[in-house]
């Protein structure tokens, strides 16, 4: 047991990680997990009215990325589709520059696009380094 947890444990470490956090509402639930109730509050300060609040309430999608075989420039790409849009996808990038081996990327929609475009149906996220792709993760639905 011990030796399969040893060899699990040396695995290679995941380039890309895909961290979702979807916030609803303004309220902050006390029975909600700590560290979600941390996020949400860290999220929501500075903003005293409800209408302010209302304008940081979506989805947040936090990339973490650990590439280092590739010092080349590069970009994260993260598409996605909300429910009133249809089948249109949209698109964000985070750019990466040369020489970064690790970072974080924060991709939000929030607001108005929140509130006009609906729930997230499915994303997918894909890096790119000197022009070809490195990692990519999708949720369930992404076809």
Known sequence: MISALALWSCGSPQVLDVRPLHIRDVSTAESDDPMIRGDRMRRFHGAVSVGEKGERMGYTYTILWN????????????????????????????????????????????GKDYREGGRVLAWRCTMYRGGREIASRHSYLWQ
């Open 67 to 110: 590439e280092a075989s590739s010092p080349d420039a590069g970009e994260i790409v993260f598409e996605y589709q909300q429910g009133s849009t249809g089948s249109r996808v949209k698109k964000m990038v985070h750019r990466i520059s040369d020489g970064e081996t690790s970072g974080r990327a924060e991709f939000a929609i929030l």
